[in-house]
């Protein structure tokens, strides 16, 4: 006799599929935001399912800061010609080129703020009505609030007091020209459930998200790679450790962990016992209280 | 940690400042190890600045900037945690009258609804508010939280009391199953561990209750529904002909081979196959994601339902149903709005508003017609086109819909078909 329930995995999965569906109904030219992290890389995953057999609808984009792990644009670049879908590319570089934005100053500096500009920039050039990305409430007490169908309204800006109430599994993408939505299907999803489905479904994933030998600095109580971007501080040195990265972002504030997890089976059990959130290692969430909740106000992912 | 054959449980929890209700949830959190450190050290830190005692469990659930500065919750924040036993949502409401319609989106998706009582004041008009609201969204589980137990010497007689004074309003609701537990949030009686000061109570703990309780009978599983959301059509080789018709099983179960019928337009078929990346299933059921294929070359889009030949829902222009009015701006008569119905858009009016219900007292008004911001209300609805309906006390998908204006897209009210 079958069982007439779902695993917590299953039905995750069938509602990030219900969301993804539904973006495709509702929008002329959506595009999935793919940063070559985890959370993105499963949201295109559950895209593959949502649409199976037919090719993912809409193509992929990159708001690419300039400052990579060489090994996340091979990855991009690889999944790119397996899918055969589109990639659309947003330049931090080329607006900073432009004087769009100007690189930000001081010992702490980064290009996390700047991807708004770019992100922005490149949803109005290619005319795009909803944006699906891979942040989860549990990330960050300002994402907590998010919906899964969030307006944006002609500036991009994000209204949290005023958002539309979401109830049983209605979606009201409804818009007017110049605004745009941000969808986000793994909204239910924690840490834990992506590694968790990740290793259920052997997705593959950067191989920094695996335990490695690699250069680092420690800097604001993470190892923090060494690369041609970074300035060293006085007192600072570059040693060799075994670390892996539990996110992927901008290679020069992203922290690594020292680790011996090498698979995804040691990882699931790494994350399981963590004690710090993944954000910890983010110094861009650190520099106040509400410091996701302000850039997402202004467009952030 | 594996769960991997584990179901997922979401419940809401309504409540004000002072009833404890945010301190229940910290205390889940922390108990369940879903706090990190450096959340600990963050919320430790606040507490500090702001003077409290120890850690105040409560910062744990405040999001926005406006929330920790006025200490409220404004929106419905969800909050996660997982046991060997179950994964949790937690969607996490305010309580207050001005919030209503944040009370009834947390309510809409749960399986279980948490209801705090004082001890001390017993039931109060913010108890009968929330119970009301449980039982017009249909959420299937009660759990009436009697807290703070602390503060009555762990009293066996205030417990009774608050009971029984549940118990007597209650009974004018419709509800299936309602739990009782006497804890006390500050200090973890009863919430995961069992409490040693209150021998005298034989049930289980509060997270032990969520671990067990029998849920998978809350989705229907008898009458087959699935609305189509798109078509899939591949249109690359191995797939040339290939026609899917994607959606969400809202209710029941469907099997290749099934006779099943195509509404709104009536045309009749044999469900061909059920497919998934993963492979063909034998069944589909709610709520599994899937993509059908017919025997036949039927003309089908989004809006249209899937529905076994033999038990179909009601297609109708004109029907009752209650109304909770979710904006700022009131209703305006005889105007039409978008419906959103699963995954059908059609055009609506308000046509007659029969009676508002005071959710303090369950009191109806026949005489004030007028729906603002948080009104529940008893209407008539006329739609330009048939809906396909179920009775929402039968089926919460089929059953529901949202109202939307075309001035402003907003999403300004939420319908359950009677």
């Known amino acids: 006799m079958s069982k007439y329930y779902l695993n917590y995995l299953d039905e995750l999965e069938s509602e990030a599929i219900y969301i993804l569906r539904e973006v495709w109904a509702q929008f002329e030219n959506p595009v999935i935001l793919f940063s070559g992290g985890k959370d993105s890389i499963l949201v295109t995953h559950l895209a593959k399912k949502a649409f199976y057999p037919a090719k993912i609808p809409f193509p992929l984009m990159h708001v690419d800061t300039g400052h990579n792990f060489p090994e996340t644009i091979q990855f991009r670049d690889d999944l790119i010609d397996e899918l055969g879908v589109q990639l659309i590319v947003g330049s931090v570089q080329e607006s900073i080129d432009q004087g769009r934005v100007a690189e930000e100053r001081g010992k702490n500096a980064t290009r996390n703020a700047l991807q708004i500009t770019t992100l922005l920039d490149a949803i109005e050039s290619n005319n795009i009505d909803c944006a699906i990305g891979g942040g989860r409430r549990d990330e960050e007490k300002a994402r907590a609030k998010e919906r899964f169908f969030s307006h944006r309204d002609d500036f991009g800006q994000w209204d949290p007091k005023n958002q539309r109430p979401e109830l049983w599994n209605i979606l009201n993408g409804k818009h007017f020209e110049g605004e745009h939505f941000r969808a986000f299907p793994i909204s239910n999803w924690t840490e834990m459930d992506v590694w968790n489905y990740i290793q259920r479904e052997n997705i593959a994933i950067p191989s920094l998200y695996f335990a490695h030998e690699r250069e680092v600095v420690w800097r604001s109580n993470s190892w923090i790679p060494m690369s041609s971007f970074l300035k060293l501080e006085e007192g600072e040195e570059v040693v060799k450790k075994k670390i892996r990265f539990r996110t992927l972002g901008d290679i020069t504030i992203t922290g690594g962990i020292e680790s011996d997890a090498d698979t995804l089976e040691k990882i699931a059990v790494e994350v399981s016992a963590m004690k710090q959130t993944e954000r910890g290692n983010r110094s861009d969430d650190k520099r106040s209280e509400t410091a996701m909740e302000d850039r997402k106000r202004q467009g952030y992912f | ?418």
């Not at chain 2, 945690?81 to 001005?98: C, L």
């Open chain 2, 1 to 418: 940690m594996k769960i991997d054959n584990n179901q997922l449980l979401r419940f809401t929890t309504a409540g004000s400042v002072d009833d404890g209700k945010s301190t229940l949830i910290g205390r889940l959190l922390y108990d369940s190890k879903a706090i990190f450190e450096d959340q600990l050290a963050a919320v430790e830190s606040t507490s500090k600045r702001k003077g409290h005692e120890g850690v105040d469990l409560a910062l744990f659930t405040d999001g926005l900037k406006d929330e920790r500065e006025q200490g409220i919750t404004i929106d419905v924040a969800y909050r996660y945690f997982t046991t060997p036993k179950r994964k949790f949502i937690i969607a996490d409401t305010p309580g207050h009258i001005q919030y209503t319609r944040n009370m009834v989106t947390g309510a809409s998706t749960a399986n279980a609804a948490l209801i705090l009582v004082d001890a001390r004041n017993g039931v109060i008009e913010q108890t009968k508010r929330h119970a009301f609201i449980a039982s017009l969204l249909q959420i299937p589980h009660l759990i009436v939280c009697i807290n703070k137990m602390d503060l009555v010497d762990y009293s066996e007689t205030a417990y009774h009391k608050v009971l029984q004074q549940f118990e007597e309003f209650s009974s004018k609701l419709y509800v299936k199953d309602v739990r009782f537990l006497p804890i006390s949030a500050l200090n973890g009686d009863n919430v995961v561990n069992r409490s040693e000061n209150m021998p005298w109570f034989q049930g289980a703990p509060l997270l032990h209750t969520l671990e067990t309780m029998h849920i998978s009978s809350d989705i229907n599983k008898i009458d087959a529904r699935f609305p189509v959301q798109t078509v899939i059509r591949p249109q690359r080789e191995g797939f040339i002909d290939y026609r899917g018709y994607a959606g969400r099983v809202a209710s029941g179960i469907f099997r290749p081979g099934d006779e099943v019928t195509i509404m709104p337009s009536g045309f009749t078929s044999v469900i061909k196959t059920i497919d998934t990346q993963e492979g063909a299933l034998k069944e589909a059921y709610a709520p599994m994601s899937a993509c059908i294929t017919l025997t036949d070359d039927i003309d089908i889009s989004r809006g249209d339902m899937i529905v076994k030949t033999n038990n179909k829902p009601e297609s109708t222009q004109e029907f009752d149903a209650m109304l909770c009015w979710l904006h700022n701006a009131p209703s305006k008569p005889r105007v039409k709005y978008t419906i959103l119905h699963t995954s059908n858009e059609q055009k609506a009016m308000v046509k007659e508003v029969l009676y508002k219900i005071d959710i303090n007292t369950y009191a109806r008004n026949v005489e004030d017609k007028d729906l603002s911001m948080n009104d529940i209300a008893r209407i008539k609805v006329r739609t330009t086109r048939p809906l396909l309906i179920d009775e929402y006390r039968d089926n919460r998908i089929t059953g529901s819909f949202v109202l939307i204006d075309d001035a402003t897209h907003e999403t300004v009210a939420a319908g359950m078909i009677l």
